[in-house]
């Protein structure tokens, strides 16, 4: 069925609206996607035009919504003063804030499925890059992926946390948050020790040449979400 014009971005959101009434009832499921598009008067065909693999596409939609909503409220925070690991508390807070727990709770579980893990870990990863970005992260060289690995880890386990959390205003979550973040730092201050002893500097001089070496090959970063490889440095 062709769109014959039609607004599939519009079309997308009315879809992804109408299933949040519906999501914590029937999860991200087809029976919830079917009563999205009965609810926003869009005919089968043409909600399977929109999302090929039905609620699952609706399940990304939510969560990649959430990453630009966290970055336009960062953009237009004031957060110049801020310690750097005060502005990445507050990008996760922010984050999850705004989410609907029952909605990213089924989201979990619908990608924890082998089938979709991946579709998962690639969403992960794709928050992390949004908050370095709009944090103003300009690392081009190994740094790049250990900043997203690590706060993607840190992401991840906050959320598990923030799902099972009952304390008022989600409290014990943003403590957890802290301490997951202090423990980054910590390893972060140690790594910078490291590098500055004249003697700890030589002996990892070796194996940071190896692991250059094995990133040097590696597939162009728009191989990952949400990542437009830089210009080459000439």
């Known amino acids: 069925m062709k769109n014959n014009?039609?607004?599939?971005?519009?079309?997308?959101?009315?879809?992804?609206?109408?299933a949040l009434d519906h999501v914590a009832f029937d999860g991200w499921s087809d029976r919830?996607?079917?009563?999205?598009?009965?609810?926003?008067?869009?005919e089968p065909a043409m909600a399977r035009l929109i999302c090929?693999?039905?609620?699952?596409?609706?399940?990304?939609?939510?969560?990649?919504?959430g990453d630009a909503q966290m970055a336009e409220r960062l953009a237009a925070a004031d957060i110049g003063g801020r310690r750097y690991r005060d502005r990445v508390a507050l990008a996760v807070r922010s984050r999850l804030e705004?989410?609907?727990?029952?909605?990213?709770r089924r989201a979990a579980a619908l990608f924890a499925l082998p089938m979709n893990a991946p579709t998962g870990a690639r969403l992960i990863w794709?928050?992390?890059?949004?908050?370095?970005?709009a944090l103003g992260d300009t690392s081009d060289d190994i740094n790049w992926y250990s900043k997203r690995a690590t706060l993607a880890g840190v992401y991840s386990a906050t959320v598990l946390f923030w799902l099972g959390d009952t304390s008022d205003g989600h409290a014990d979550s943003w403590n957890f948050l802290d301490r997951r973040i202090d423990?980054?730092?910590?390893?972060?201050?140690t790594k910078a020790k490291l590098?500055?002893?004249?003697?700890?500097?030589?002996?990892?001089?070796?194996?940071?040449?190896m692991l250059e070496k094995v990133h040097?090959?590696?597939?162009?970063?728009n191989d990952l979400p949400g990542r437009i490889r830089p210009k080459e440095k000439t």
């Open 5 to 18: 014009g039609m607004d599939i971005a519009g079309q997308k959101d009315a879809l992804l609206d109408a």
């Open 32 to 42: 919830c996607f079917a009563a999205a598009a009965a609810d926003a008067g869009i």
């Open 52 to 65: 090929p693999r039905g609620a699952l596409d609706l399940a990304v939609a939510y969560h990649r919504r």
């Open 98 to 104: 705004t989410a609907d727990t029952e909605a990213v």
């Open 126 to 133: 794709g928050t992390a890059d949004t908050i370095w970005r």
């Open 183 to 189: 423990d980054v730092m910590r390893i972060e201050k």
């Open 195 to 209: 590098r500055d002893n004249p003697l700890s500097s030589r002996l990892l001089a070796g194996p940071m040449k």
């Open 216 to 221: 040097a090959p590696a597939a162009p970063r």
